[in-house]
């Protein structure tokens, strides 16, 4: 593998440290009054843009990796949120002015249209949409996220003497005892419920505040905003509605096929939520490593057999300590990756506990990893990520690659139970992410809704695309679940992508049972393109259609069911 050492500063400083705005403000004012007087100007300006955006990016990251490991670390705290406060809302109006000179600018017609064409759609999009009063808006909504997470990261119980957090009390639920699946699964329930008002009133701020940020952009409703801020050009909330039918359609009746088997199979009355984890046979919880060590030696070797260079490549981020995977107290929730944009390195950050799908977790996230060293070459930091509805492409594909190679961690009925349990998995989230989804579009178009008339919307899209689990008796977990998605709050409209990148990821899967070589060859010539083309352009590279229709989606979820079928239960 050939990976440069460095990407030396051409622009910048090279000690200047971008850790306040008094080091940032000279570099913007040099970027907004330097002359362009040729197209040559121009493409040289664009490169300084970049290489500056993507040092205060890093910044940005590395204060946000660092609070995120450890929220409860008063200093990192502050740190991330001085950046939010005093660096960002500072930025924002500058890169508008910089937005605003391209747009304007005579020479911009005269760049090589093919290679500028996404960017300068974005552009003019941003200049759009921009508007000086939002910028302090975003400020409140960046800390009000903040809140979230720190809620979330505190939420641990005492459970067998000792205290852990929700996520160190997830294998429980796969243990074949099915009191103490209970015991476990209402205990978690409790302590949600505990915050349930709080992270209620939460969201209410959040939610105005973004209807304040829509109406001030000139726009009915934050969905409008929304699609446009996050520069959906290639698909509209005509389609996203099209794919929740399609879900509704061809994948919530095997979701309840499956669970109707499930439930036969445990011999039980009624499917409750702590047995949907649980194995049909009452065998032991898969448990495919000890420590995150091993997980990370077992992973080298499946990239050993996808791809060496991709082998070597993940190597390279266990060396440099570019993983965080062990969940913690004080550590926030989730899973993610992220890039310093400067160095152009990728982070993993991860809150691992010995399950099957911790090695489903750093797969997936290992494929945005490989995303971002494939496009680590273009100089364009706008172009050195794609749009998210192709970025999911990377991890899900790179999930459903791995999937012949889980003998690393399994043999015989284990391999089988790990690889159903990965496609039971997709069975059950594009249902979830068709209901995150609608139940956004429904209250971000219903700006005067009530919390009451929300809850009655979730439970009305659960009982439309949920599985047949029965909640009798635990009404207020099912009425607050959807508290429990991040992305609610955290990343409004985002969650779409998940299942548009699905069927993508599906047909990169198909594509590599008919032939494999061919099939890794258009994935990773698709990556190398980052975001330097438009979405259905990054699929046809990847040998894919950008389609999330039924008659897309219907035929890759018989192939689910056919490759289900095959797998001993």
């Known amino acids: 593998m050939t990976v440069k050492a460095a ?32 197209p040559q100007d121009l493409n040289q300006w664009l490169l300084d843009w970049s290489e500056l955006a993507a040092c205060i990016d890093e910044v940005g990251t590395d204060r ?20 939010v406060e005093n660096i960002e809302p500072k930025c924002k109006p500058k890169w508008h002015a910089l937005h605003c000179k391209y747009v304007k600018s005579p020479r911009r017609k005269e760049l090589p249209e093919q290679r500028f064409q996404v960017f300068d759609r974005a552009a003019a999009n941003a200049v759009e949409l921009y508007r ?18 720190e809620i979330m990261a505190a939420m641990t119980v005492t459970y067998d003497g000792e205290e852990r957090t929700l996520q160190q009390l997830s294998p429980y639920l ?86 109707a088997s499930r439930k036969e199979r445990l011999g039980v009355d009624r499917l409750r939520p702590w047995d949907l984890a649980v194995d049909v046979k009452g065998r032991a919880p898969l448990r495919p490593f000890p420590s995150s060590g091993e997980l990370i030696d077992k992973c080298a070797t499946i990239f050993d057999r996808i791809d060496p260079e991709l082998s070597a490549q993940f190597r390279a981020m266990a060396d440099a300590c570019d993983l965080d995977l062990d969940s913690r107290k004080g550590k926030a929730p989730g899973g993610y990756q992220s890039t310093y944009q400067e160095s152009r390195r990728p982070f993993i950050f991860m809150n691992a506990v010995g399950l099957q799908r911790d090695v489903r977790t750093l797969l997936h996230e290992c494929g945005h990893a490989f995303h971002a060293i494939a496009c680590r070459d273009e100089p364009l930091v706008h172009y050195r990520s794609a749009p998210i509805e192709f970025a999911e492409v990377a991890s899900m594909a790179m999930e459903l690659l791995a999937l012949d190679q889980l003998d690393v961690f399994y043999d015989g009925e284990d391999l089988d139970r790990a690889k159903r349990h990965q496609l039971d998995g997709i069975v059950s989230i594009l249902p979830w992410v068709a209901t995150i989804d609608a139940f956004q579009h429904w209250m971000y178009t219903n700006p005067d809704h009530t919390p009451a008339a929300r809850t009655d919307e979730w439970l009305r899209l659960h009982e439309r695309f949920g599985g047949s689990e029965d909640y009798t008796g635990y009404d207020e977990t099912l009425a607050r679940s959807w508290q429990r998605q991040l992305h609610l709050y955290q990343v409004p409209f985002y969650y779409i992508e998940y299942g548009i990148a699905q069927i993508g990821a599906l047909q990169v899967w198909r594509n590599a049972k008919r032939n494999r070589g061919r099939a890794l060859a258009d994935y990773r010539g698709a990556l190398a393109l980052g975001g330097s083309r438009p979405l259905p352009e990054l699929y046809a590279a990847a040998g894919i259609d950008f389609s999330f229709s039924a008659e897309t989606i219907g035929p890759l979820i018989e192939d689910l069911q056919s490759e289900l079928a095959k797998l001993a239960p």
């Open 132 to 149: 000086d009063e939002n910028v302090a808006l975003q400020v409140d909504e960046a800390k009000l996220e903040q809140e979230y997470q």
């Open 64 to 83: 946000y990796v660092s609070m995120t490991c450890q929220t409860d670390d008063a200093e990192r705290k502050q740190a991330y949120l001085d950046f």
């Open 7 to 38: 990407y030396p500063r051409q622009f910048v400083e090279a000690d200047d440290s971008l850790s306040a705005w008094s080091q940032i403000k000279s570099y913007m004012a040099d970027l907004t009054d330097r002359p362009v007087s040729s």
């Open 174 to 259: 796969e243990r074949t005892d099915r009191s103490t699946r209970q015991d476990v699964w209402e205990l978690m329930s409790q302590r949600r419920l505990r915050d349930a008002d709080a992270l209620d009133t939460l969201f209410g701020k959040l939610f105005t505040l973004r209807h304040r940020m829509a109406v001030n952009a000139g726009l009915s409703d934050y969905r409008a905003y929304a699609f446009k801020a996050k520069e959906r050009f290639d698909y509209t909330p005509e389609d996203c509605i099209a794919f929740h039918e399609a879900i509704e359609k061809t994948c919530v009746p095997l979701l309840r096929e499956r669970q």
